[in-house]
DNA sequence: CTGAAAGCGCTAACAC
DNA sequence: GTGTTAGCGCTTTCAG
């Protein structure tokens, strides 16, 4: 691999003239760095990054760390960060974490490989995080919530969504409502639970433990959650599933079993995935403004990255998106 | 930043010795080692990354080079890649070629940031590819085929499987077929669509221009063209998309105009992703096997960079998945 | 087992 | 304008 020593020698100039005109400094005459261009040409010349970031000591690079790299929901989310990332002249890498310490992300992450880190990896332990925000490395999370200096929180009131979701089944009519959770251990979904608890509460209603299945977040996970209830013989009126990815699991469990949605059973999801119009009944959902969390974390993070200054959290709201899932049956019950 | 220095100072010892300690050569006695790890603990030492490369002039990672970071397409194959990268110890980083020539995947490919890529990306061209690829520095590519020395080729089938899937629509009896193609420039439109004339010629029929439209291989751009075709007034009896996603826009377009699928009109798509068998009606596709690419393409990768040799170019078939979008009604036509 | 020293390839003072 | 030089932080001979 040609250096740019070998240029600088095949150009018959300096090793600084070659670097200037390489990095298209004023300094340089037009001719040498033609001469300097034309020897590079020759070579192939390919500079190092890493001599260059070494050197430099920083990276002109930002971080987003994903659980898992698939995955709808991140889809909207990487699309803006990517292009708040290509504004600002910075590049993106995306990095998983599963592999857990010795994840690419830990090891990005310790190694401050890039110049700040966003964060939606719920794997990644709060101590990690923790440890390598700093001044000179910001980092912006967005799944769940840290408080700690050098930490930015982008975070979406999946209390208020679950709440919302929940309440609006109610006023449809429904009495029964079962909740598909994600992961026990997940914030988010606790949130939408805790919402979910408010609404019912504030509505007169109990809990049933029988209704609270969880599902893990994933399509499979809410198809078997769907299927254990059908199983089980009695169905509640209504469906609040953690996420849409699990309400359309459990959409195709309930079309198995002739179960007609939503004349027989009312679904309601969480996120709006783009799919979810898609499907069939069109998903009735919250929408979590995912475009804008993450332009909003990218934007936070150039802006530490600039030195300015910025607030320690940032709460959105999620929206109610009213497709054919759901249906109005308080009517019927007068 | 404290610097490995600053830890051997710290605990004494000289800078080999606290790099072997952390790096945990056997050479350095356990006492000394525990000494080196106390003294990193407590100025909170983090390696520098760079450095280490500079220095190793490897870096144990591999890049996925994608158009777009999102996409339900992408999704298996970024897993299975993941995978394998995992199991060769090796980290896995995912970087876009949004932005050309300035994208991030052109300029990790050309400082070779990584110790060679597998690329996704039609956007980057041929010569970039050519002149990054060395014997230090394998690429494989999938999303068209390049002869060129150190490029190895991973590819799907997709004349085979256009041509699969249109002789499906005939042989169930379907006579005029529409195709809505991807983007002009696109290798794997282009082959599918000489597998479907292929087999329209084969069978007799010709394709009629008024059915042939561009998708551009999203939602958006199916549901687009297939408007298009309904206002037209004449719909063909079936319809091939180039992929899943622009089928699923059809499907939509359809069932807003209450035609129903697949009783007043056939539809396959290509690709099979996850949502194929979600929607409704279940999507009848020609299956992609992204995960066997994937991991093909990764350990391709890992074998030549442990020296082995590869070959050139492989070929990967597709399948077809039947589900409920097609109607046979060759009975009918008797 | 430990320490001194030589760079990896590049940038950026600083002197000419 | 151009050339000399001192490192960035780390690994790794090579002597002790």
């Excluded at 889809?75 to 890498?93: K, M």
């Excluded at 079962?178 to 504030?202: C, K, T, V, W």
């Excluded at 433990?209 to 013989?233: C, D, H, P």
């Amino acid at each position: 691999m040609a250096t740019i020593k070998d240029v600088a020698k095949l150009a018959g100039v300096a090793l600084s003239t070659a670097s200037y005109a390489l990095s298209g400094d004023s300094r340089v005459s037009a001719k040498t760095r033609a001469k300097v261009l034309e020897a590079a040409r020759q070579l192939n010349y390919r500079k190092n990054g890493f001599a260059m970031d070494l050197k430099r000591s920083r990276t002109n690079t930002i971080a987003l760390i994903l659980t898992d790299l698939s995955g709808p929901y991140y889809s909207e989310l990487i699309r803006s960060v990517q292009e708040v990332a290509l504004d600002n002249g910075y590049d993106l890498i995306a990095c998983s974490s599963v592999g857990g310490r010795d994840s690419t992300a830990v090891k990005f992450l310790r190694e401050k490989r890039t110049d700040g880190a966003i964060i939606l990896a719920p794997n990644i332990r709060d101590e990690v995080l923790i440890e390598t925000a700093g001044p000179r490395f910001p980092i912006v999370i967005m799944d769940r919530k840290i408080s700690s200096e050098y930490l930015v929180n982008v975070l979406v009131d999946g209390e208020q969504g679950g709440y919302t979701a929940t309440r609006y089944l109610i006023e449809s009519g429904h009495r029964s409502i079962a909740y598909i959770s994600g992961p026990n251990d997940s914030y988010d979904s606790q949130l939408r639970y805790q919402g979910y608890l408010r609404a019912l509460s504030e509505a007169g209603l109990e809990e049933q433990s029988k209704w609270r299945l969880s599902g893990n977040f994933v399509r499979e996970g809410g198809y078997n959650a769907t299927k254990m209830m059908i199983v089980q013989g009695s169905l509640p009126e209504a469906v609040f599933y953690g996420n849409d990815e699990m309400a359309i699991g459990g959409l195709k469990a309930f079309e198995e079993s002739g179960i007609s949605v939503p004349e027989d059973i009312s679904v309601i999801g969480f996120d709006d995935i783009q799919i979810a119009e898609y499907v069939s009944p069109p998903l009735t959902t919250i929408r979590q403004p995912k475009s804008e969390a993450g332009s909003l974390a990218a934007h936070l993070l150039f802006q530490i990255l600039s030195g300015e200054e910025v607030k320690r959290e940032y709460m959105l709201t999620t929206e109610m998106v009213e497709r054919s899932s759901v249906k109005n049956i308080s009517v019927i019950r007068k």
